[in-house]
């Protein structure tokens, strides 16, 4: 009764009293890893979630993987993380833009670890859709024609971009090999900024 006594004197007394009225509940689907976001554009997969050992396809074919992504169809990211750090702008290392064929700034925290990058795909490609944009990615090694390549980069790609929620991530200028396999549907691992 006192507590309820002081509350209502509070609320009573000419000062203002901050009450918050609203307080946001986010259901993650018995995941407890504060970097699972969900909003208007869905859940967001990421390297912290609990792992599956298999990948699904879209039930159409169109998605061969089965088991762990296979190492070998992710080509490197042809940019090391830290790389130049502040040389260009504080807070910046070096970024390859593979349109432009220049060297950009990008977060001196990109490109992540390869094998939570490898993570993150994966728990990606087996929801099959990062931020309601489907992914596919074949995991037949001797399947190399251009499109199944460039679908298995935009995966790639799109997963990077949304690492730790929607939009939140690196950009493509931290993975310019992911990017030039998606123009061009050719996989290969080249060393950009070094």
């Known amino acids: 009764m006192k507590f309820l006594t002081s509350i ?14 609203v307080i946001p509940l986010v259901r993650t689907n018995k995941n407890t890893s504060p970097s699972t976001s969900t909003g208007s554009g869905g859940t ?5 979630l609990d792992r599956s050992n298999s990948t699904t396809g879209d039930g159409n074919g169109n998605n061969s993987a089965s088991g762990n992504i296979d190492p070998s169809l992710v080509p490197d990211f042809g940019v090391a993380q830290n790389t130049n750090a502040d040389a260009r702008q504080q ?8 349109a432009t064929k220049s060297v950009v700034n990008i977060p001196c925290s990109c490109p992540p670890s390869r094998a939570s990058f490898l993570a993150a795909l994966e728990q990606n490609v087996a929801a099959g859709s990062v931020q309601g944009e489907t992914v596919k990615f074949s995991n037949d090694a001797s399947d190399q024609s251009a ?12 997963t990077l971009q949304n690492l730790d929620g929607a939009g939140v991530g690196c950009p493509a200028a931290s993975a310019p090999n992911f990017a030039v396999m998606q123009q061009t549907g050719v996989l290969a ?6």
Request: net charge positive; with cysteine.
């Open 8 to 21: 209502l004197l509070l609320i009573s007394s000419s000062s203002v009293l901050a009450i918050p009225t």
């Open 44 to 48: 967001t997969n990421n390297a912290s």
């Open 91 to 98: 807070g910046s290392c070096d970024g390859f833009n593979a």
């Open 147 to 158: 499109k199944t390549n460039k679908l298995r980069a935009t995966a790639m790609l799109v």
């Open 189 to 194: 691992s080249e060393v950009f900024v070094q």
